[in-house]
């Protein structure tokens, strides 16, 4: 066992043991906390910027200090404002048959959470759901990615800067840290990562039948209806492939569009491209592919798909590293790994259709995705798309926004993940919602005690159940 895994089986037992010596934080604990968490995060972001981009090779520091810092510290503002609110016992009503007794539900912390951090945006996926464990009154573990080395040094230090390690403690590791992580007895897990990951983090946890939330991603389409503005949404579709690479768990996976457009969208994405992108090599604010390993796999899916019939069209020049310029694929069939797999990377398919009912049967024939992004649907199309289809949120007329509104919740559906957290909903997520009933003194509950067929009884199922004899 390496000193990694025993130091993680201590620390949980020290966070266990501190959270029963203190298991209901006030309002104000909660809050200060919250606002400590916040206050690292603006003075560590210059080391966070430094180490999210030495990991990567080049990353963006706009991008970081966009989701990796103003992500979270919006996030926390907002559980702050509102942790009153969330925290207040919320009145339910009684049966009939209870009435003048009085119900309610009181929101508990559940204890010691779990959180399994990816290496796309190990700031933000880590501190996101640390604010909800926070606001819901836990202590956390968070174990970061073995491809984020540096991150994850910044990070830990920058947690210790403002909490006890029985309050919260961050871990590195490699695979046999990170399968020992979703091993351990927590009270919940937040797991972002893959679907074939998440099926081992859900097995893993069914040993403790420890509760899980994954975020997994998925191919999120965008659907450009025949009325859209072809422009607009190809500048916008073009961003979400190239912010962070495409290396997101939102990033348009594919786009949608008329059949006799395509070859229109197709140019109008390689300009929207070449104007947030005059260079692609060397450029400060394009972030590379986060490993070799990773590009080559890019690499083999556009030529996959040039084997089997595709076009490419490349916005931009390729190099020797890991900046990969955007490819729109045209001409694609199912049996290309570009369609069957999550891209994760500036690979923009484009899946042609004739009608919109085409196109939701096209999206409805696969898993749900993380993510709908409708440019251009309007009226009874959009009602059409929000009810017939499936997906953990939509946008429209952008891609990903509303996964930055933190009143809203954020999760997958199906093989995109289960559960969400953000907002008022990470609170009720890893909070337990405990029923309470209180009889008053005089209520006679002892008419549903035998011995039965008292005169009460009977005349009360006679009330509900009409003829309780047959």
């Given at each position: 066992?390496?000193e990694?895994?025993?130091r993680?089986?201590?620390?949980?037992a020290?966070?266990?043991a501190?959270?029963a010596r203190?298991?209901?934080?006030s309002?104000?604990?909660?809050?200060?906390?919250?606002?400590?968490?916040?206050?690292v995060?603006?003075?560590?972001?210059?080391?966070?910027i430094?180490?999210?981009?030495?990991?990567?090779g080049?990353?963006?520091?706009?991008?970081?200090?966009?989701i990796?810092?103003?992500?979270?510290t919006l996030?926390?503002?907002h559980?702050?404002?509102?942790?009153?609110r969330?925290?207040?016992?919320?009145?339910?009503?009684?049966?009939?048959l209870?009435a003048?007794?009085?119900?309610w539900v009181e929101?508990?912390?559940?204890?010691v959470?779990?959180?399994?951090?990816?290496?796309?945006?190990?700031v933000?996926?880590g501190?996101?759901?640390?604010?909800?464990?926070?606001?819901?009154?836990?202590?956390?573990m968070?174990?970061?990615s073995?491809f984020?080395?540096?991150?994850?040094?910044?990070?830990s230090?920058m947690?210790?800067?403002?909490?006890?390690?029985?309050?919260?403690?961050?871990?590195g590791?490699?695979?046999?840290?990170?399968?020992?992580?979703?091993?351990l007895p927590?009270d919940?897990i937040?797991?972002?990562?893959s679907p074939?990951?998440?099926?081992?983090?859900?097995?893993?946890a069914a040993?403790h039948?420890v509760?899980?939330?994954?975020?997994?991603?998925?191919?999120s389409?965008?659907?450009?209806a025949?009325?859209?503005?072809?422009?607009?949404?190809?500048?916008?579709?073009?961003h979400?492939?190239?912010f962070n690479?495409?290396q997101v768990?939102?990033?348009?996976?594919?786009?949608?569009?008329?059949?006799?457009s395509?070859?229109?969208?197709?140019?109008?994405?390689?300009?929207?491209?070449?104007?947030?992108?005059?260079?692609?090599?060397?450029?400060?604010?394009?972030?590379?592919?986060i490993t070799?390993r990773?590009a080559?796999?890019?690499?083999?899916?556009?030529?996959?798909?040039?084997?089997?019939?595709?076009?490419a069209?490349v916005?931009?020049e390729?190099?020797p590293?890991?900046?990969?310029?955007?490819?729109?694929?045209?001409?694609v069939?199912d049996?290309?790994g570009l369609?069957?797999?999550?891209?994760?990377?500036?690979?923009?398919?484009?899946?042609p259709y004739?009608?919109?009912?085409?196109?939701?049967?096209?999206?409805?024939a696969r898993?749900r995705?993380l993510?709908i992004?409708?440019?251009?649907?309007?009226g009874?199309e959009l009602?059409?798309?929000?009810?017939q289809?499936?997906?953990g949120?939509i946008?429209?007329?952008d891609?990903?926004w509303?996964?930055f509104?933190h009143?809203?919740?954020?999760?997958?559906i199906g093989?995109?993940?289960?559960?969400?957290y953000?907002?008022?909903?990470?609170?009720?997520?890893l909070s337990?919602?405990?029923a309470?009933?209180?009889?008053?003194?005089?209520?006679p509950?002892?008419?549903?005690?035998?011995?039965y067929?008292?005169?009460?009884?009977r005349?009360?199922?006679?009330?509900?159940?009409?003829?309780?004899?047959?």
């Open positions: 066992m390496s990694i895994i025993e993680m089986e201590s620390t949980l020290a966070q266990r501190a959270y203190h298991p209901f934080p309002r104000q604990e909660r809050q200060v906390k919250l606002k400590a968490l916040k206050d995060l603006q003075r560590w972001q210059g080391r966070m430094r180490a999210v981009n030495a990991d990567f080049t990353r963006s520091a706009t991008e970081t200090r966009l990796e810092v103003l992500g979270p996030e926390a503002n559980a702050i404002k509102h942790l009153g969330w925290m207040r016992p919320r009145r339910r009503h009684t049966e009939l209870f003048t007794n009085r119900a929101y508990q912390p559940k204890g959470v779990g959180i399994i951090v990816p290496w796309n945006f190990p933000y996926l501190i996101g759901p640390l604010i909800a464990a926070l606001a819901a009154g836990n202590r956390a968070i174990k970061m073995e984020t080395p540096r991150a994850t040094e910044v990070v230090g947690l210790a800067d403002a909490f006890h390690e029985d309050e919260v403690a961050v871990f590791g490699e695979v046999e840290e990170a399968r020992a992580f979703g091993a927590f919940h937040v797991f972002t990562g074939a990951v998440g099926r081992h983090v859900m097995r893993a040993e039948l509760p899980v939330t994954l975020e997994l991603g998925g191919k389409p965008a659907l450009v025949p009325g859209a503005d072809l422009a607009d949404a190809a500048k916008r579709i073009a979400g492939k190239a690479a495409g768990c939102l990033s348009p996976d594919y786009a949608m569009v008329q059949r006799g395509v070859e229109t969208f197709t140019e109008a994405v390689v300009t929207a491209f070449g104007r947030m992108y005059s260079q692609v090599q060397g450029n400060a604010d394009y972030t590379s592919i070799e990773h080559e796999r890019l690499r083999g899916l556009v030529a996959d798909a040039e084997t089997k019939g595709g076009r069209v916005a931009g390729h190099g590293g890991r900046q990969l310029p955007l490819t729109i694929v045209s001409e069939r049996d290309m369609a069957e797999e999550e891209i994760f990377g500036p690979i923009l398919p484009v899946i004739d009608t919109i009912e085409d196109a939701l049967a096209y999206i409805n898993p995705p993510a992004y409708a440019f251009g649907v309007e009874e009602e059409s798309l929000k009810k289809t499936h997906s949120g946008s429209i007329n891609w990903g509303h996964a509104q009143d809203l919740p954020f999760g997958g093989n995109s993940g289960m559960g969400s953000h907002g008022e909903e990470g609170f009720r997520e337990h919602a405990k309470v009933f209180r009889r008053h003194r005089f209520f509950t002892g008419m549903l005690y035998p011995p067929g008292g005169l009460l009884q005349m009360a199922m006679r009330l509900f159940l009409k003829d309780p004899e047959d």
